[in-house]
């Protein structure tokens, strides 16, 4: 049963990509939000909640038969106090569900079709999408609040082995998201519909798959827009969580956890773009060096810092150029590798006043740095 779902969910995910890619004329190209066919409403048909919520049986959790006798009187930012941002919005075990395990991100056979697909069509004339799909939904209790915990595999152009990367968000921020597009592009906003708060059976497979697909569409129509797929807050919305926590989980010693958020943030940062500039993907090579370091792997960690040099290129001295050199420096001696280039930059810095001597390391900026 497992694998006919796996199976099926990449056909959807394939079917959906093309139609997104080419859509009926594949010899035209989307010129901006008047291309977009926007539903009247994110509800969903019976029969098409039917099907998804068929597709998400295997992977909902749902409260036993007591516990729905109180699905009523909940819903997701009604109940409890205002919730923390999602990258810590659930405790326990569930605190880790903003990033399932490796064996739930998706198969290799799955990403690998997408990226063939993405990769026949960059010669065409189509705009290049991302692809959203929920892979599963988890009723999560959190007293006195109670919530359902929307994964998403995020999926789009980059290297023919980049696993989708995921994220997992509450109604709520998707509502929050919403509501400040509405504020900032009235007019971009006025086409896209958005799934109504419900005051009754918020729980149910019914309603939960109903969302699912509703937020998938709602995701696909921000990115269509191009005004609003460069907004600051579509861009906080994807990443900023899954930093906060990273940098919370460094800060903290737990590097094998912060690894994973460090190198899931990358991958979305990857496939969105890097329209706000090049501050978050320096950190979060920043995070990604410093966690391989103290796991004892020099070799990558050498690695996202000449990434990140070459990021730097030869622009105005940046607060963490320094500190990237002083760790590529101390890296390559480690590894018996030429640092000259390196050592003579991070001098050259040092003698014009730039930076200190010896300038911070890269973990100190990191556990100083506020995430807003």
């Known amino acids: 049963m497992r694998n006919s779902g796996k199976g099926a969910m990449a056909s959807r995910l394939l079917h959906r990509l093309r139609h997104a890619l080419a859509g009926d004329n594949p010899g035209e190209a989307a010129t901006g939000p008047e291309a977009e066919q926007f539903p009247e409403s994110s509800e969903l048909e019976d029969d098409d909640a039917e099907g998804?919520?068929?597709?998400?049986s295997g992977t909902l959790s749902f409260t036993s038969a007591e516990d729905e006798e109180d699905d009523d009187e909940e819903d997701d930012g009604e109940v409890g106090p205002d919730p923390q941002p999602s990258g810590d919005g659930a405790s326990g075990e569930d605190a880790d569900r903003s990033l399932p395990p490796d064996g739930q991100r998706g198969s290799q056979p799955l990403a690998r079709q997408l990226q063939d697909f993405w990769k026949k069509s960059r010669n065409t004339l189509v705009p290049q999408r991302l692809l959203f799909e929920v892979t599963s939904a988890n009723v999560v209790k959190d007293p006195p609040s109670k919530?359902?915990?929307y994964t998403l595999a995020v999926m789009g152009p980059g290297p023919p082995d980049c696993q989708p990367a995921q994220i997992?968000?509450?109604?709520?921020?998707f509502e929050r998201l919403h509501r400040n597009l509405q504020r900032q592009f009235r007019g971009s906003m006025a086409a896209i519909s958005f799934p109504r708060?419900?005051?009754r059976r918020n729980f149910t497979a019914e309603t939960i798959a109903r969302r699912?697909?509703?937020?998938?569409?709602?995701?696909?129509?921000?990115?269509?827009?191009?005004?609003?797929?460069?907004a600051p807050d579509l861009q906080?919305?994807?990443?900023?969580?899954?930093?906060?926590?990273?940098?919370?989980?460094?800060?903290?010693?737990?590097y094998h956890e912060a690894l994973a958020l460090w190198a899931n943030a990358w991958q979305l940062q990857t496939q969105l773009g890097t329209p706000l500039g090049p501050d978050r993907p320096l950190l979060t090579l920043a995070g990604l060096a410093v966690c391989h370091q103290e796991?004892?792997?020099?070799g990558e960690a050498r690695a996202c810092c000449e990434r990140a040099l070459q990021l730097l290129g030869d622009k105005n001295p940046h607060p963490l150029l320094a500190p990237f050199l002083e760790a590529h420096v101390r890296l390559s001696w480690r590894l018996g590798l030429d640092k000259r280039q390196s050592e003579a930059r991070l001098q050259a810095l040092q003698e014009a006043g730039l930076t200190p001597t010896p300038p911070p390391s890269l973990k100190e900026l990191l556990i100083k740095e506020v995430l807003d």
């Open 168 to 173: 997992s968000r509450r109604y709520s921020d």
């Open 212 to 230: 699912s697909r509703a937020f998938e569409q709602f995701l696909s129509h921000l990115q269509a827009v191009p005004e609003l797929r460069l």
């Open 52 to 56: 998804l919520s068929s597709r998400l």
């Open 236 to 254: 906080d919305f994807f990443v900023l969580p899954e930093l906060q926590r990273a940098q919370s989980l460094t800060c903290t010693g737990l």
């Open 295 to 298: 796991l004892e792997d020099p």
């Open 197 to 199: 708060k419900r005051l």
């Open 147 to 149: 919530y359902v915990l």
